[in-house]
């Protein structure tokens, strides 16, 4: 069955530090793997999107790392601001059809403290 | 910033009444597709279209229907609301299979 997780479920941090989440898949055949942040009461918004043959993509503060072997992927956000406050949305895209199945992770709420 | 638009963003009606929830996108996209999210859960897809007079059901059972009469045009119907559907609904769309963009949603509230 395809399926994608998230850990950790939520996370508090302080403004300042950087904190790294998590995406394991079982999506196959891969095709892409999407990392969306939505703000409370609002759409997602695209932050990174990474093929196969790619290992890492940046974003201004957000690094998305991907390991298509082990099908992990992680979300690095560097010096935390308020702002960043949100749930992080891991995404996977399959091959099986010309549209591209999403799959969808239940996604990071991620609170920033000052 | 995306070009996709969701009318209304809140939504509070009684069981029974018929609401419709619009949706529509000035980038050419041919591909557009709601989804349904309830708080913590991941995002269930309940209909989406290829183009012009093309809808299809999705994942989540739904007692929705949507139109696709005009290629920007999506809107989302339910006939009969109750309050099971209350629920955050988003429109997104996207030209192939690149990057989807999303409403900023309509979160309907059903009495």
């Known amino acids: 069955k395809n399926q994608v997780e998230q850990s950790p479920q939520s996370l508090i941090i302080l403004e300042g530090k950087n904190c790294t989440l998590q995406?394991?898949?079982?999506?196959?055949?891969?095709?892409?793997l999407r990392w969306y942040k939505q703000d409370t009461g609002r759409g997602p918004v695209s932050l990174t999107i990474?093929?196969?043959?790619?290992n890492t993509k940046s974003n201004g503060r957000y690094t998305a790392t991907l390991d298509a072997d082990t099908k992990q992927s992680s979300l690095h956000i560097t010096a935390s601001q308020l702002s960043d406050s949100a749930s992080y949305i891991c995404?996977?895209?399959?091959?099986?059809?010309?549209?591209?199945?999403?799959?969808f992770g239940r996604g990071t709420q991620l609170t920033v403290w000052p | 910033e995306a070009d996709i638009y969701q009318t209304p963003r809140y939504l509070v009606i009684g069981t029974g009444k018929k609401i419709t929830l619009e949706c529509s996108q000035t980038?050419?996209?041919?591909?557009m597709y709601w989804y349904q999210q309830d708080p913590g859960m991941e995002l269930h897809l309940i209909h989406y279209?290829?183009?012009?007079?093309?809808?299809e059901k999705g994942d989540l059972s739904s007692e929705s229907t949507v139109s696709r009469i005009r290629t920007e045009h999506f809107p989302l119907t339910l006939e009969s609301a109750r309050p099971s559907h209350t629920s955050q609904y988003l429109c997104?769309?996207?030209?192939?299979?690149?990057?989807?963009?999303f409403g900023e949603g309509s979160r309907l509230t059903v009495l």
């Open positions: 997104a769309s996207t030209k192939s299979s690149g990057e989807l963009f």
């Open positions: 995406c394991n898949y079982t999506v196959s055949p891969f095709s892409n």
């Open positions: 990474m093929t196969f043959s790619e």
């Open positions: 995404v996977v895209s399959d091959r099986g059809s010309t549209l591209g199945r999403l799959y």
């Open positions: 980038m050419g996209h041919d591909k």
């Open positions: 279209s290829y183009g012009v007079n093309s809808t």
